[in-house]
């Protein structure tokens, strides 16, 4: 039987670990051949692998936008991109580092950005865009400050990117993850710390639990795949922002 993204090319950075690697699977399962671009090779090898002949791997390190610019040269067509490559960066305003701050930016934000920007010359009518930003742009986290900023500067890439590309016939959306548990990400607090970041966090989660990365590639099969939805931000957050 023929799966409803059967012929369509899904390019997924970040596609190694944890969301993405759940989205790539997710397209993969529904006919997509998908492209897996991260930076550490061994690890996103095995990410291909265990998905099968529909995927490769592309190391990438998407902060660096000659290799976005390579990354995408090597196809005619994109018919999906998703841009979860990123970690997290903590840090009081008056001890974070300015510049840990900015090149948080230059792989999370303009990561994002360069993808699109390379990606979008080479998608056919009825393509998708989905973003990928965070629960911290819509309720205040301390110590979040930079983090927040970017989600935020996400969201609105997402809106504006979604009016200035519907002519082309270009849908873009963004989900916006709110505490998800068992991925890799990368952050510069302690283990304690993270466990201690969400277990207070999950008390005032509405569903009283952390999300799965699968729960998030639900939400981004269904930007993928509803062509009437475009310039919204889909909280993946088990009501966090609702309540
Ligand atoms: N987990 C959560 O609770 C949560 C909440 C809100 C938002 N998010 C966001 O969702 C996205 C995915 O997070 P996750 O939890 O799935 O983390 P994860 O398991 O650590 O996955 C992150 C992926 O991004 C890749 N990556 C990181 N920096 C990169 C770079 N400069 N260039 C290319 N690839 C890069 C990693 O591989 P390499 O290290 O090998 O490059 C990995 O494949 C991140 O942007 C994260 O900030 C997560």
Redesign the pocket.
């Known amino acids: 039987m023929e799966e409803i993204l059967t012929g369509k090319i899904a390019v997924v950075?970040?596609?190694?670990?944890?969301?993405?690697y759940a989205i790539g699977r997710r397209f993969a399962s529904s006919g997509a051949k998908v492209i897996l671009?991260?930076?550490?090779p061994q690890?996103?090898a095995t990410a291909a692998k265990s998905i099968g002949d529909s995927a490769i791997a592309i190391p990438?390190?998407?902060?660096d936008s000659e290799q976005v610019q390579r990354l995408f040269e090597g196809f005619e067509r994109v018919d999906i991109l998703v841009t979860?490559?990123?970690?997290?960066v903590f840090g009081a305003i008056d001890t974070l580092p300015v510049a840990e701050a900015q090149s948080f930016f230059a792989?999370?934000f303009f990561?994002q950005l360069a993808a699109a920007h390379y990606a979008v010359p080479k998608m056919p009518v009825g393509s998708a865009i989905i973003l990928?930003s965070?629960?911290a742009a819509s309720v205040g986290l301390p110590y979040y400050s930079a983090g927040s900023a970017l989600c935020g500067a996400v969201n609105s890439m997402a809106r504006a990117l979604a009016v200035e590309l519907a002519p082309k016939g270009i849908r873009v959306n963004a989900i916006s993850?709110?505490?998800?548990e068992g991925?890799?990400?990368?952050s510069n607090l302690s283990k304690e710390q993270v466990e201690s970041f969400a277990e207070s966090t999950r008390a005032r989660i509405p569903l009283k639990r952390a999300g799965q990365?699968n729960e998030v590639a639900d939400a981004a099969f269904f930007l993928a795949t509803c062509g009437y939805v475009t310039g919204q931000i889909i909280e993946v957050d088990g009501g966090w922002t609702a309540s």
């Open positions: 950075t970040g596609g190694s670990a944890g969301i993405g671009a991260s930076r550490q690890r996103l990438t390190d998407v902060s979860c490559a990123g970690a997290a792989g999370r990561g990928c965070g629960i993850p709110g505490l998800i991925t890799d990400i990368q990365s």
